[in-house]
């Protein structure tokens, strides 16, 4: 009750008019109602057109508390599963340097891993066919300060749901999985050979593996995370994502997030034939998963082909999309945990691209 008193001071701005409103302007006039109308409280959206800004602002607030606003270039947020996309660069770049091999067994790399009824390989890790579980309970929330290897204790005893290669789960324990075997095979904590490897050479100077890490002239610009409820938003619960950094673990600006789309449309860093591995779905019986390695390969709700990720974390819901046809990169980021307003990003994101 305190806090839905708190954040009824908090000045919200006024609810925009849609009418008549096309392109850019219905875009932003959307991004702004989401914070008028409290649907959450603030987040940072970079759009890119051939590698130029078309908008780049923050809307709301990074801190009810304090009235912070959000700066797309500075406010620091949790990424969620946009850190797959980063975890599936790495695992390109082991792929060619020769570390690993994607269709080579996990027990390779991690050969003390309770023996399951069938093998798995690191290709069926990174698409979310092994077979591998998904969260139970609180899981999704878990505040211990698991290292990679010691994460794996919450499912490694778990029975497999399916026979790798034969159906598709999502989940992020399949990225702790492989993260272990990622280092493993290179023999440097997995977070080290990503900063050295993918965030430097990427020029990604506000992507952070874990809060402890932020640098300190960045740690004031941590935006505040938030939860939802019926009467008002309250501060998310304290969680450690640092057992599962390669799913779910990074934290970065929305002017990074989008950089990271941009490079990813230019294919930098690795060979077109890396990349056309990451970005090309795994059949599944047939049928297209709408999966690759790391990265969501899919369409739009208008049918338009992207690569990217969409991402739910404690205190964050993200979106990365890359449009390799339209030369377009969508970045947005929200200090709540899914506040349920997909819908009004996917109409923002229709009216840009519609220019």
């Known amino acids: 009750l305190f806090t839905h008193i708190k ?31 409290k649907k959450v409280p603030g987040l940072a959206v970079v759009i890119l057109d051939k590698g130029e800004i078309q908008l780049q602002k923050g809307y709301g607030f990074a801190n009810l508390e304090n009235r912070k606003k ?33 269709d080579e067994s996990f027990y390779t790399y991690v050969p003390d891993y309770p023996k399951k009824k069938y093998d798995f390989t690191l290709r069926q890790l990174a698409s979310h066919t092994a ?29 497999l749901f399916f026979e790798p290669g034969t159906g598709y789960l999502y989940n992020s324990f399949d990225f702790v999985l492989l993260s272990l075997a990622m280092q493993e095979a290179s023999g440097i904590p997995f977070k080290q050979y990503v900063e050295k490897n993918i965030l430097t050479p990427l020029g990604l100077k506000n992507t952070f593996s874990q809060q402890k890490s932020v640098r300190p002239s960045a740690v004031e610009n941590i935006a505040q995370f938030y939860t939802k409820t019926s009467l008002c938003f309250k501060q998310a619960v304290e969680v ?38 990451l970005l090309t ?20 709700v208008k049918g338009r082909s992207f690569v990217g990720h969409v991402g739910n974390s404690v205190g964050a819901y993200t979106n990365l999309f890359v449009y390799p046809e ?20 996917d109409e923002a994101i229709d009216s840009v691209l519609n220019l």
């Open 326 to 345: 339209k030369e377009k990169v969508v970045a947005i980021l929200i200090n709540c945990t899914d506040p349920k307003v997909q819908p009004i990003l």
């Open 131 to 159: 077979g591998i579980r998904g969260y139970r309970g609180k899981e999704f929330a878990l505040n211990q300060d698991y290292s990679i290897k010691e994460g794996i204790e919450v499912f490694k005893n778990d029975p």
């Open 240 to 277: 450690n994502n640092a057992y599962k950094l390669a799913g779910g673990g990074y934290l970065s600006t929305c002017e990074d997030v989008a950089k990271l789309g941009k490079l990813i449309l230019q294919h930098k860093l690795l060979t077109k034939e890396t990349y056309d591995q």
């Open 281 to 300: 779905s795994q059949i599944i019986e047939g049928q297209p998963t709408f999966y690759g390695l790391g990265f969501q390969v899919s369409q739009d």
């Open 70 to 102: 959000i700066d797309p270039k500075q406010t620091v947020f949790r990424i969620a599963s946009i850190s797959k996309c980063i975890t599936g660069l790495a695992l390109g770049k082991m792929m060619e340097d020769g570390i690993v091999d994607l």
């Open 7 to 37: 954040n009824l001071f908090v000045p919200f701005p006024k609810v925009k008019s849609m009418e008549g409103l096309h392109g850019l302007e219905k875009a932003n006039a959307l991004f702004h109602n989401l914070v008028a109308e």
